[in-house]
Every structure is written in structure tokens, then in C-alpha cells.
């Protein structure tokens, strides 16, 4: 055992009893009714110790804490710490004197809580201590410890919910639909109410009419025609206007007429 091991206190109960057992005669166990559990041969305080991977079992004066006896314990459950076959509050320990001498004692303990305690505390360290001998054989050896294999056996699938991706792509809504294009461009009809230019007589001849806007006569057809260089060109005719427009240009109309037949040919006027 190296010097450098510190030694650790795993437990401690302030009271237990020991008892003298006759030898076992058979390889049946221990039972405490065949001691005399009221008369024990010593009582004093318990406390369990670690140093390295041996337990110590000590019986210490409760008082002075002077040393009673100890049993180390290498291995558990095992020879050196044995339960009763008939109640969980007595146990059997094999103690040494350090001359190699050794003896078998019976412990016990008047509360159950407390041999719950003892027997815990064993297990707990014995636990640690197989631990670290397999953390200290996969240190030696790391190649000979399992591998951990991640790829996909044969025939073995895997299942992916995208329901969640659905619903946060459907939550934008769908495109807008943007408006079909004619292909060509699209004219706008003239303003009811807009201005025409306002057209000045020849010298010589005046037009009594009381309106600003003057309009020549048209033709009764429903397009115009016009003659531009030997060739012929309809132009549409506009839509009349509303109610209170065609009030407007009703006496210019009637004077444009009158005007119309009172103009003679070779004033400058262009007839349609």
C-alpha cells in the first residue's frame, strides 16, 4: 500500500454492540437469536474508513475514541462482513489484530436506520473501487474497449417530422398574383371638362358668339376623315360629354353652323 494513500471516513455511529458467537457448525449462517443479544460484551461508537481500496472497520471508546478493534474488508459481500439470516440489524465481522491473528464477532445495532447506513456505505465504496479498475484497464489497453458504431445497420431507416417546416413556409400565404399585361398601350379618353384651343377667324370676319371656345363643324359621320396627301385618315371621334357639358357647347353649335355657311371658300379655312 503506498504512503501516499489518504485515509477517508465513510460512516460513523456513535453507538453498537458486540456480542460473542458460538462457532458456526454448519455452512447454513449465522443467527442472532442463538447469541445473547442482552448481554453484549462490549458497546461503544463505529466508524467505517477508506484508504485506497481496503475498508476499515473500526470499534473505538466512544469517549476517549481509544481503538477496540478493526477488520478490514477487501471484498464485499464477503467473508469478512456477513449478514444474519434472521434480522437485518446484526452482522458478523472477522477482525484482526495486525499479528495475523484473526477472530469472528458479532455486531449490532439498536436502530434499523443505522444498519441501513453501515451496510450502504460498504456497497457505495466497493462501487467506486470496481470503477476504477475498469477506468484503469481502458487506460492500459484502449483499443481493446468497445467501439462505438453510429452508421446504419442494413435495412434500418431513419423518419424525419417536417410538419413544423409546413407550417412555417404556409404562414407566408401565397404569392401575389401580378396583373396580366395587355401587350400594348392603352389610351386614355380626353377629360370631359378639358380645354380646346381656341380658334382665331380670319381678318375681316368676326363670329357673334358669346362662348370663349370656339368648334369647327363636323361631319355626321362617326369618324373623322381626312385627306393628307392624296391618302385617307379616320380618326375617332370622342364620346360627347356629360348632361351639363352638352348644355355648355349647345349655342356654340348652332353658331358654328350659322358661322360655317356664312364663311366663303378661299378664306384660309379648311372644310371636312
Known sequence: M????YESVLCVKPEVHVYRIPPRATNRGYRAAEW???QPSWSGRLRITAKGQVAYIKLEDRTSGELFAQAPVDQFPGTAVESVMDSSRYFVIRIEDGNGRRAFIGIG???RGDAFDFNVALQDHFKWVKQQCEFAKQAENPDQGPKLDLSFKEGQTIKLNIANMKKKEGAAGPPRARPASTGGLSLLPPPP????????PPPGEQLSVAASVVQPAVAPSSDLETSIGGATVSWPQPKPAATATADIWGDFTKSTGSTSSQTQPGTGWVQF
Open 193 to 200: 371638362g378639358g380645354k380646346t384651343s381656341t380658334l382665331i
Open 36 to 38: 445473547q443479544l442482552d
Open 109 to 111: 445495532f439498536g436502530d
Open 2 to 5: 503506498e504512503e501516499s494513500e
